[in-house]
């Protein structure tokens, strides 16, 4: 039986319709099944690399160093910001209700009993501390609440321009400070600012004379020391030790208070012509850190606690910030660092960081009453 072209093609245009249904509803079916599947999968653990936000008690030139090394060995990025305690504590409380940083790092531990008062700063055992008999036995290093912990030490002293003061007017003690021939030599920083070295050096002095005359004897002779040291000082008055260490090392003054490895630093990365000086009745000064309440990053602020306090963080402590290492791996400290109990026999041993603490806005106070002799 003959089958006619016109039947070809009545046949085709048939198939071709069937086949264009059949592929969209393929297509239909498969859309629907793509659809259901994304709506019953778990969203995808892809993400940004990690990232822990960090106000820093630091000079960037100082600190990013070992926030790049922390960086290299655990991928975590380090958003820091660099100031002054003073300021750091101002911004973690202002932003209380809502947090921004996830570690406060360096400084005093004056600072962090502040901070702790006022609820910005949370608790957290490190589990290399659990065990550290020596370390959990000196309240000195640590919170009994784990809202800080020291990774380090240090010890104040007087830092000398060499370039400026001629060794036979090297001072050798806070008193001589005071003395008539230093006037127009020193710099000093604001207490309120610098909550570190200038609220710990002036917490310093107002303790000894607590302990040698008494209250309220000792608020006089504090005053007076004061009175004259700042009558000694040339302006500006330093926000923090960075300004100091720059404004002595490039030639303003000639002599500043500062941690000892502060001039040694300096004179590395910045060629300033800067040494210290011991002195006793002394800060022995553990150097804190501590996660911020609420933080944004909690898991990348606890790594990063865990890091400094591993071997590989202390490791870079003496090399970085040429200060000791706080933990028992044997590590050498720098050549001209004392040792933990070489400190010791320069320290005073009754200085009380939460009396420093405490007492901080009445030292400010005293401080400002007489500041206008610098800046008047």
Do not use: C, R
Request: proline residues 7%; charged residues 10%.
């Amino acid at each position: 039986m003959a089958i006619s072209k016109s039947l070809f093609k009545e046949i085709g245009a048939v198939s071709g319709k069937a086949i264009a249904i059949i592929v969209a509803v393929v297509i239909i079916i498969a859309a629907i099944a793509v659809g259901a599947y994304y709506l019953t999968q778990k969203p995808s653990t892809t993400s940004a690399p990690q990232e822990v936000v960090i106000y820093a008690d630091y000079s960037a030139n100082v600190a990013q160093p070992f926030f790049n090394n922390f960086t290299a060995d655990t991928g975590i990025k380090v958003v820091a910001v660099y100031g002054s305690m003073g300021d750091l504590v101002g911004k973690l409380v202002a932003s209380k209700s809502s947090p921004q940083a996830d570690v406060l790092f360096g400084g005093a531990p004056s600072a962090y009993i502040g901070a702790a008062d006022q609820g910005v700063l949370a608790s957290y055992e490190p589990p290399a501390l659990k065990n550290y008999s020596a370390y959990i036995n000196n309240p000195a290093l640590y919170a009994s609440n784990w809202t800080w912990y020291s990774f380090t030490y240090n010890i104040l002293g007087i830092v000398v321009n060499t370039n400026l003061i001629n060794q036979s007017m090297y001072p050798h003690s806070w008193w001589d400070l005071t003395n008539p021939e230093y006037k127009g030599k020193i710099v000093i920083e604001n207490p309120s600012t610098s909550t570190t070295t200038g609220l710990g050096f002036f917490s310093l002095i107002y303790q000894i004379y607590i302990q040698k005359y008494g209250m309220p004897a000792a608020t006089t002779y504090f005053k007076q020391y004061v009175s004259a040291l700042l009558n000694n000082t040339v302006s500006p008055i330093a926000p923090d030790d960075e300004h100091a260490e720059t404004i002595v090392g490039e030639g303003t003054g000639g002599i500043t208070v500062d941690w000892i490895n502060g001039p040694v630093l300096y004179h590395e990365l910045d060629g300033y012509p800067l040494i210290p000086i011991m002195v006793n009745q002394n800060i022995l000064g553990p150097t804190a850190m501590g996660i911020v309440a609420g933080a944004p990053h909690l898991s990348a602020a606890e790594t990063f606690i865990n890091w400094v306090l591993s071997q590989q963080g202390q490791s870079l402590l003496p090399k970085i910030f040429l200060k000791p290492s706080i933990m028992p791996y044997n590590i050498t400290p720098p050549p001209y660092f004392p040792t933990l109990q070489q400190e010791e026999q320069y320290a005073f041993l009754n200085y009380s960081q939460s009396w420093t603490a405490e007492n901080a806005q009445n030292i400010t106070a005293i401080f400002n009453q007489y500041s206008s002799e610098v800046t008047g």
